[in-house]
């Protein structure tokens, strides 16, 4: 009898090749090559291709915190000023 691909050797996978990566979260890290199916770590830059558009739009900027640039807008309003003091709003209702 050949065991080929199916049912039969189902039973026979117990061994795990790919773990949690540490950039991004997903169970694609490859032990042996040690590098990340889904983010291509530990590359420098994150693992991205044309023919798969979808995927693009699932981690590009605006599906995270965007911590940095949520103050970006209002800060360049204001011309990227840093340190100073308030005017007291005292002052200018006296005048």
Known sequence: ???GKGTASFGKRHNKTHTLCRRCGRS???I???T???CGYPSKHMRKYNWATKAQ???TTGTGRCRYLKTLPRRFKNGFREGGVAKS???RAAQ
């Open 1 to 3: 009898m050949v065991v």
């Open 28 to 30: 694609a890290y490859h």
């Open 32 to 34: 042996q090559k040690s």
């Open 36 to 38: 990340c199916g889904a």
């Open 57 to 59: 739009r699932r981690r």
């Open 89 to 91: 709003q005292k002052k």
